[in-house]
């Protein structure tokens, strides 16, 4: 066999899971076949657990802020990857024409994109929540903090996921509604960069309780709320489990409107 043949495996899957398998393989390759794996772990070690150890070796900052500062890293740095991500898995197959090849084959709609975001979901969950995380925690050991329960912070490396997650769906989601890098980014974006004082401060004044049904205070600090991921990594009783269910909600309704799209979409 050259190096030029490609092995085709017969699709035996039916309904809306037809083709599912073969387009996962193709999804996991792009990902654990190419550098794009190593590379990103490189990045999310150097601007998480980087930031983390500069963070330490400055004398004026404790072990609490070091990791407070390392989850509002976590909640800026790893979305932006996962809404480019998101974005080029959908828009760089639209305007090459391969969507529309692969589509042609036995392949259903919701499995192509199903197919997209379990692949880059774990291929994220690996390089920017598992690596860096377990690291963070042998950082925190490290440097004293001995009595960190393990349960309690993987539990808040779960929220960093599902932050990620969020913006990985809507990623996906804006790519099947719009034909342009441009719009599509510039809505997450606008989601994502919350944070910013000219943005914050208003919700906070106006409209509070978006802090209920959006993924903001699972990692960051809003006013006097502590981010919830803090709540879980000091075992302390989380004072509402609302945006936790609302952001899994959103993902879930994300992921429904890129399939009702895509199957709309004439290629």
């Given at each position: 066999m050259?190096?030029?043949?490609?092995?085709?495996?017969?699709?035996?899957?039916h309904?809306?899971?037809?083709?599912?398998?073969?387009?996962?393989t193709?999804?996991?390759?792009?990902?654990?076949?190419?550098?794009r794996?190593w590379i990103?772990c490189?990045?999310?070690?150097?601007?998480?657990?980087?930031c983390?150890?500069?963070?330490?070796r400055?004398?004026?900052?404790?072990?609490q802020q070091?990791?407070?500062?390392f989850?509002?890293?976590?909640?800026?740095?790893?979305?932006?990857?996962a809404?480019?991500?998101?974005?080029?898995?959908?828009?760089g197959?639209?305007?090459?024409?391969?969507?529309?090849?692969?589509?042609?084959?036995?392949?259903?709609?919701?499995?192509?994109?199903l197919?997209?975001?379990?692949?880059?979901?774990?291929?994220?969950?690996?390089?920017?929540?598992v690596?860096?995380?377990?690291i963070a925690?042998?950082?925190?050991?490290?440097?004293?903090?001995?009595?960190?329960a393990?349960?309690?912070?993987?539990?808040?490396?779960g929220?960093?996921y599902?932050?990620?997650l969020?913006?990985?769906?809507?990623?996906?989601?804006?790519?099947t509604?719009?034909?342009?890098?441009?719009?599509?980014?510039?809505?997450?974006?606008?989601n994502?960069m919350?944070?910013?004082?000219?943005l914050?401060?208003?919700?906070?004044?106006y409209?509070?309780?978006?802090?209920?049904?959006?993924?903001?205070?699972?990692?960051?600090?809003?006013?006097a709320?502590?981010?919830?991921?803090?709540?879980?990594?000091l075992?302390?009783?989380l004072?509402?489990?609302?945006?936790?269910i609302?952001?899994v909600?959103?993902c879930?309704?994300?992921?429904?409107?890129?399939?009702?799209r895509?199957?709309?979409?004439?290629?």
């Amino acid at each position: 066999m050259t190096t030029n043949t490609v092995s085709l495996t017969p699709s035996r899957e039916h309904g809306w899971r037809m083709g599912l398998a073969n387009m996962l393989t193709k999804e996991n390759a792009a990902w654990w076949r190419t550098r794009r794996w190593w590379i990103q772990c490189l990045i999310a070690l150097s601007i998480l657990n980087g930031c983390f150890a500069l963070n330490m070796r400055d004398s004026e900052s404790s072990l609490q802020q070091a990791g407070l500062n390392f989850l509002i890293v976590a909640a800026m740095a790893a979305p932006f990857v996962a809404m480019v991500v998101g974005q080029d898995s959908i828009l760089g197959e639209r305007h090459s024409g391969t969507a529309s090849w692969v589509l042609s084959k036995p392949l259903r709609r919701p499995a192509f994109i199903l197919a997209k975001l379990i692949a880059n979901g774990l291929g994220l969950l690996t390089t920017w929540v598992v690596l860096p995380g377990g690291i963070a925690y042998l950082q925190f050991r490290a440097y004293g903090l001995d009595q960190l329960a393990i349960s309690g912070y993987a539990a808040a490396m779960g929220l960093v996921y599902l932050n990620l997650l969020f913006y990985l769906t809507l990623a996906l989601t804006l790519a099947t509604l719009f034909n342009g890098r441009g719009p599509g980014l510039g809505i997450a974006l606008l989601n994502f960069m919350i944070w910013l004082p000219f943005l914050a401060e208003p919700i906070m004044k106006y409209a509070p309780w978006l802090l209920k049904v959006m993924p903001w205070n699972l990692l960051l600090p809003f006013s006097a709320n502590s981010p919830l991921a803090g709540y879980l990594i000091l075992e302390v009783p989380l004072p509402t489990v609302t945006p936790i269910i609302a952001t899994v909600l959103w993902c879930v309704l994300f992921v429904a409107v890129a399939i009702w799209r895509i199957s709309r979409e004439e290629f």
